[in-house]
């Protein structure tokens, strides 16, 4: 069974780059799968972001598009999420999840990782 | 504002049977699978059903699910407190190329 664990930064300044990591164990990076994030903002609904694939292929939501960067890194099992420009509306908690290539439901979650924008 | 739409609560008594509806559109539920998911506050969500009514290994049979053109509908039967959580539904949606969700439907087991 794929794990997934999220890791990063708790707190970023407003303006600033939210940078968080997610690692895959139990799994290869390079498997079937397509990698997403998604996040929660405190009290309300989830909101897909955009998923990377282990060719490089990319997703991203079109609300997200110039600000957002999903990359991979397949020595340490791992991908990212980079978003940029940030403000209090990206204040949430921020998953990593995993599908199947193929499938379009989400089998593998992290645990998830609160970040808050403020100064 | 979220993609599809769901109620925002819904409540049955114990052991009753409750019913999650889900709407949406022609470039999401009407042309792709649903999924289903349950969050118990602050944990992670977790896949309830997929491809529209498969349930995956561990999830009750009490839960199922449907599809009818562009709209999507989660049952509960037997309903325990257990079963108490935010339940969201998700789908591809064609013209986004990206994943969509609902907003979130509260169960309350009274």
């Known amino acids: 069974q794929v794990q997934l664990q999220e890791s990063g930064p708790g707190l970023v300044k407003p303006s600033g780059t939210l940078s968080l990591m997610c690692a895959v164990s139990?799994?290869?990076?390079?498997?079937?799968?397509?990698w997403s994030w998604v996040r929660q903002p405190p009290g309300k609904g989830l909101e897909w972001i955009g998923e990377?694939?282990?060719?490089?292929?990319?997703n991203y939501l079109p609300s997200f598009k110039g600000r957002v960067t999903i990359s991979l890194d397949k020595s340490s099992n791992q991908f990212s999420l980079k978003l940029t420009s940030v403000t209090a509306a990206d204040t949430a908690v921020y998953y990593c999840?995993?599908?199947?290539?193929?499938?379009?439901?989400?089998?593998?979650w992290g645990q998830g990782t609160l970040v808050t924008v403020s100064s | 504002q979220s993609v599809l739409t769901q109620p925002p609560s819904v409540s049955a008594a114990p052991g009753q049977k409750v019913t999650i509806s889900c709407s949406g559109s022609?470039?999401?539920?009407?042309?792709?699978?649903v999924s289903w998911y349950q969050q118990v506050p602050g944990t992670a969500p977790k896949l309830l059903i997929y491809?529209?009514?498969k349930r995956p290994s561990g999830s009750p049979d009490r839960f199922s699910g449907s599809k009818s053109g562009t709209s999507a509908t989660l049952g509960i039967t037997g309903l325990q407190t257990g079963d108490e959580a935010d339940y969201y539904c998700?789908?591809?949606?064609?013209?986004?190329?990206?994943?969509?969700f609902g907003g979130g439907t509260k169960l309350t087991v009274l």
């Open positions: 999840a995993g599908r199947a290539a193929g499938m379009y439901n989400f089998d593998n």
């Open positions: 022609s470039s999401n539920i009407g042309s792709n699978y």
């Open positions: 139990g799994g290869s990076i390079s498997s079937n799968n397509w």
């Open positions: 990377i694939y282990h060719s490089g292929s990319r």
């Open positions: 998700g789908a591809w949606d064609s013209s986004l190329n990206g994943v969509v």
């Open positions: 491809e529209n009514n």
